[in-house]
């Protein structure tokens, strides 16, 4: 027995269901248009602000700590220049930990050190070189420099440290200076100075170098990069220099 199919039926079924799919894709296409819409135009300031934030970095450039001298000019507290072994973590090929391992065989890394580089490496943006060790020796620096090319990412920079001439005489009154621990770093970002100190690590305990701290902290400078989506420096867009200060205290 044959079927004798309607034609005109089966061609209003068609119709009817290209309508409701045409009218699905108008639909669609008319949400992608207000999406388009929203984040172009309504968005537009805000998520270009942050492309841009993705783009560039500020990488502040500490100031040297100023000089303290007496009324006569003698220096009673400087700052001197030594080694310091540095790693920039975006730089690095091999997993951080072993490349770390590696170089405690070629320079005496003790745990502190893998501590307090890990604390600082969490403060900071993966281009930007944290220190490992610091005060290295002329032997270790040698040595590091004939298995430089192991080690990509790492690499030997000269610091300033702090230096009294005079060692404990006025000590009590010229103070001293050491790494900011928790409660300062709390004040300091509660502070409309909290900008200034970007990238400081020391701060005035006592005497003239706790009283004097704005002074001789100077203004610090900052450098513009431009980052590549990897974190990476790719140029130097913009750069302020740092302002150091000189404090004479007379006695």
């Known amino acids: 027995m044959r079927v004798i199919r309607d034609i005109e039926s089966d061609l209003r079924r068609f119709r009817?269901?290209?309508?409701?799919?045409?009218?699905?894709?108008?639909?669609?296409?008319?949400?992608?248009?207000?999406?388009?819409?929203?984040l172009q135009v309504v968005r537009y300031d805000e998520l270009?602000?942050?492309?841009?934030?993705?783009?560039?970095?500020?990488?502040?450039?500490?100031?040297?700590r100023g000089?303290?001298?007496?009324?006569?000019?003698?220096?009673?507290?400087?700052?001197?220049?030594?080694y310091t072994l540095e790693i920039t973590a975006s730089k690095v090929v091999a997993p951080l930990e072993e490349v770390i391992e590696q170089l405690a065989g070629v320079i005496d890394i003790q745990p502190r050190d893998k501590r307090r580089f890990k604390k600082q490496l969490g403060e900071s943006k993966s281009f930007?070189?944290?220190?490992?060790?610091?005060?290295?020796?002329?032997?270790?620096?040698a040595r590091f420099a004939a298995q430089r090319y192991r080690f990509p990412g790492v690499e030997i920079r000269a610091r300033l440290f702090r230096n009294y001439p005079y060692n404990q005489l006025a000590s009590h009154v010229i103070g001293y200076i050491g790494r900011i621990n928790q409660a300062e770093k709390g004040k300091i970002e509660e502070s409309d100075d909290a900008g200034n100190y970007r990238g400081t690590d020391y701060?005035?305990?006592?005497?003239?170098?706790?009283s004097y701290e704005k002074q001789l902290?100077?203004?610090?400078?900052?450098?513009?990069?431009?980052?590549s989506a990897g974190g990476r420096a790719v140029r130097r867009l913009n750069s302020s220099q740092a302002v150091l200060a000189t404090v004479w205290f007379c006695r």
């Open 128 to 141: 930007e070189s944290v220190p490992i060790r610091n005060r290295l020796t002329d032997e270790e620096v």
């Open 48 to 64: 270009n602000a942050q492309a841009e934030n993705n783009r560039t970095a500020i990488v502040p450039i500490v100031p040297n």
């Open 203 to 210: 701060i005035g305990k006592l005497g003239v170098e706790q």
């Open 16 to 38: 009817s269901r290209m309508v409701v799919v045409t009218g699905a894709i108008l639909v669609l296409f008319g949400l992608l248009s207000l999406r388009l819409f929203y």
């Open 217 to 227: 902290h100077g203004t610090t400078g900052v450098q513009e990069m431009e980052t």
């Open 67 to 82: 000089v303290i001298m007496d009324r006569n000019g003698i220096v009673l507290a400087t700052n001197y220049s030594a």
